[in-house]
């Protein structure tokens, strides 16, 4: 029973031997476990066998072996710099081949030369070499700038060289894309056509406005009427010629339209076929509300007085003819004639620009074309 009892003692003690590596690995120093048995009041005996155990004395060599490690480290580091600035300081007195302590552009280049064997050097990378050495910026290398020995300054004009290819290669591709982008504008632009209008064009711009001056001669009837007048006569007989064509309005109208939706005519022309059709339009508006004032007053017992219908025909006439020879001298002058409060505006807003097609020519409207531009595709990423 007594050597059960004492088995069991031995054993339990076993088990309660710490373990050093386990409070190593939790960040508990074997320092502190002693200084807890001895704040504990634990005899001394047992602080002495924790201390003395194969636990801690391989800690502390190998706490040992850790500064012996780092000390050596730092003893090589050193001999390397005292090594290295002994190089750099050999290579500086090679290069100041006329003994002045500083070393000159030309120096450089020629002590460059002579260590990699070479005839010539990259001009733009030894220039910037020599810019990073030269803090002070006097154009001379002196001692304490000098620190770089042969291999690094072969290494640092490699990697200048590499960059300055890069930066070719990265210039080269924005101008090509540039010149892609210039090219796609060019299509576009010949596509629709956004060109200054030439002479032609602009004779061939002001054409388009006879149609809502036939339409609103029927309002300076009353001021037409003097045979003697050759443009009177002339103005009449297109005016004839013009109501005897059956469907003439119709026509015109639709042919006017048709061609303003052309690309390839000038802007400015396509800007007043236009126009000339939002004039006309706008021409109804005064027989409609003469027509409703002469039936409509009348029967409210309001007499209108004798030629008031006149004076009202001559006023619809003269701003008519106002409007057409401003039209007629912007157009002359290369302008468009877009201050026609309204008329113009709808104009403008119709009007094709280069931002409404894609680079293959597909109309796409106004905030696609815009949103396209902006992404810098033609939309067929989208598509995919």
């Known amino acids: 029973m007594r050597f059960v ?19 190593q690995h939790r960040g508990i120093a074997p320092r502190t476990l002693v200084q807890r048995h001895h704040d504990t009041n634990y005899p001394r005996r047992s602080v002495s066998f924790l201390r003395m155990s194969p636990g801690d004395e391989d800690v502390e060599a190998l706490l040992a072996k850790a500064e ?40 450089l280049v020629d002590g460059l030369k002579k260590q990699f064997k070479a005839d010539s050097l990259d001009e733009a990378a030894v220039k910037r070499l020599f810019s990073d050495l030269d803090k002070d910026g006097n154009d001379v290398i002196d001692a304490s700038e000098f620190k770089l020995s042969i ?26 894309e540039a010149k892609e982008a210039a090219e796609k504008a060019e299509a576009r632009l010949a596509f629709l056509n956004e060109q200054p209008p030439t002479t032609s064009d602009k004779i061939l ?19 037409l009427q003097d045979e003697v007048n050759p443009v009177i006569n002339v103005v ?27 690309p390839k005519l000038n802007r400015l022309i396509r800007w007043n076929l236009s126009q000339a059709i939002w004039v006309d339009i706008a021409l109804i508006v005064p027989g409609l509300l003469g027509g409703i004032g002469k039936a409509g007053l009348p029967a409210l ?44 505006k709808q104009v403008s807003q119709r ?34």
């Open 5 to 23: 009892i004492a088995t069991f003692l031995v054993l339990g003690a076993a088990a309660f031997r710490p373990n050093i590596q386990l409070i």
């Open 68 to 107: 012996e490690l780092r000390k050596e480290a730092a003893s090589i580091e050193a001999a390397r710099a005292a090594e290295k600035a002994q190089q750099v300081q050999a290579v500086f007195a090679k290069f100041d081949t006329n003994d002045d302590g500083v070393v000159s552009y030309e120096e």
């Open 151 to 176: 291999r690094e300054m072969g290494t640092r004009i490699e990697s200048y060289i590499r960059e300055e290819k890069d930066n070719l290669k990265q210039a080269a591709l924005e101008a090509k």
């Open 205 to 223: 711009s002001i054409l388009p406005y006879l149609f809502p001056l036939l339409d609103g001669l029927q309002y300076g009837r009353f001021l």
């Open 236 to 262: 009449a007989l297109l005016y004839v010629i013009y109501r005897n064509i059956p469907f003439s309005g119709f026509i015109a109208f639709f042919a006017i339209n048709f061609l303003s939706n052309n």
């Open 301 to 344: 017992g309001v007499q209108i007085p004798p030629g008031v219908g006149e004076v009202l025909d001559d006023a619809v006439f003269f701003g008519l003819i106002g409007v057409l020879l401003y039209c007629v001298g912007s157009s002359l002058a290369g302008r468009e004639p877009g201050g026609i409060p309204f008329v113009s």
């Open 351 to 384: 009007m094709p620009t280069l931002e409404m097609f894609n680079d293959e020519g597909r109309f796409v409207g106004r905030q696609r074309g815009e949103e396209e531009d902006g992404r810098g595709g033609n939309g067929d990423d989208e598509k995919k």
